[in-house]
């Protein structure tokens, strides 16, 4: 079932085999949970958390799901980007996306480059699948690939700052909630601490007063 349109759905997926497995504790989950915590000022969000092996038709099952059943505005996956025989993560996102987004991994690897210089074999891939809710307008949702360690997954979504906190490379979701605007999903809005959302001037709403 569809969630309410004024709450934020954000899926979580965590694709590894030993992960899934049990052998050593996910990190991926826990580091975008708390990027969230800190990152959204509104609206109201949840999540729906899903931690599978590096199996193709096992993500592309589970994207699909979570777009389509769960009804997600926006998916974000780690691990199984890199180009080792196993990786199969931007395929499976490819294989169910209507729409590709190349933006967000050329900027990933932007960002990966000033720390490391195998941020070339990075595969990330962003897309969009749309779905149509109880048969009424199309509405879509934004699926992510990101990198699997946490101190990626910060770098990536928050980008590069100097020493007095001044943006020099903008990360990734500077770019996410006007993304999620166009393809009908609710309004996000940041604390612009850890990272400013942009607008057109025309796409920004005023600010919500609160409740005496």
Same mark, same amino acid.
């Given at each position: 079932?569809?969630?309410?349109?004024?709450?934020?759905?954000?899926?979580?997926?965590?694709?590894?085999?030993?992960?899934?497995? *049990?052998?050593?504790?996910?990190?991926?989950?826990?580091?975008?949970?708390? =990027?969230?915590?800190?990152?959204?000022?509104?609206?109201?969000?949840?999540?729906?958390?899903?931690? !599978?092996?590096?199996?193709?038709?096992?993500?592309?099952?589970?994207?699909?799901?979570?777009?389509?059943?769960?009804?997600?505005?926006?998916?974000?996956?780690?691990?199984? /980007?890199?180009?080792?025989?196993?990786?199969?993560?931007?395929?499976?996102?490819?294989?169910?996306?209507?729409?590709?987004?190349?933006? =967000? *991994?050329?900027?990933?690897?932007? !960002?990966?480059?000033? =720390?490391?210089?195998?941020?070339?074999?990075?595969?990330?891939?962003?897309?969009?699948?749309?779905?149509?809710?109880?048969?009424?307008?199309?509405? $879509?949702?934004?699926?992510?690939?990101?990198? $699997?360690?946490?101190?990626?997954?910060?770098?990536?979504?928050?980008?590069?700052?100097?020493?007095?906190?001044?943006?020099?490379?903008?990360?990734?979701?500077?770019?996410?909630?006007?993304?999620?605007?166009?393809?009908?999903?609710?309004?996000?809005? /940041?604390?612009?601490?850890?990272?400013?959302? =942009?607008?057109?001037?025309?796409?920004?709403?005023?600010?919500?007063?609160?409740?005496?």
């Amino acid at each position: 079932m569809q969630d309410n349109h004024d709450t934020l759905l954000i899926g979580l997926v965590s694709i590894s085999d030993r992960a899934s497995a *049990g052998v050593y504790r996910d990190e991926g989950i826990p580091a975008l949970e708390d =990027f969230f915590g800190k990152a959204i000022t509104g609206p109201a969000w949840r999540v729906e958390k899903r931690l !599978i092996p590096d199996e193709q038709p096992v993500i592309e099952k589970t994207l699909i799901e979570l777009v389509d059943d769960a009804g997600c505005h926006l998916v974000l996956t780690t691990g199984g /980007t890199g180009p080792a025989e196993r990786d199969v993560t931007p395929e499976a996102t490819l294989a169910i996306a209507h729409k590709l987004m190349p933006g =967000f *991994g050329e900027q990933m690897r932007r !960002i990966s480059l000033e =720390f490391v210089p195998t941020a070339i074999l990075s595969r990330q891939v962003a897309v969009i699948r749309y779905r149509r809710p109880g048969g009424g307008p199309r509405t $879509g949702c934004l699926v992510i690939n990101l990198p $699997g360690q946490p101190k990626s997954i910060k770098e990536t979504l928050e980008g590069l700052k100097d020493k007095e906190g001044k943006q020099i490379v903008p990360g990734i979701f500077a770019a996410v909630p006007y993304c999620i605007d166009l393809i009908g999903g609710p309004y996000i809005e /940041t604390d612009e601490s850890v990272i400013k959302a =942009f607008r057109p001037k025309s796409a920004i709403r005023p600010k919500k007063e609160s409740s005496p």
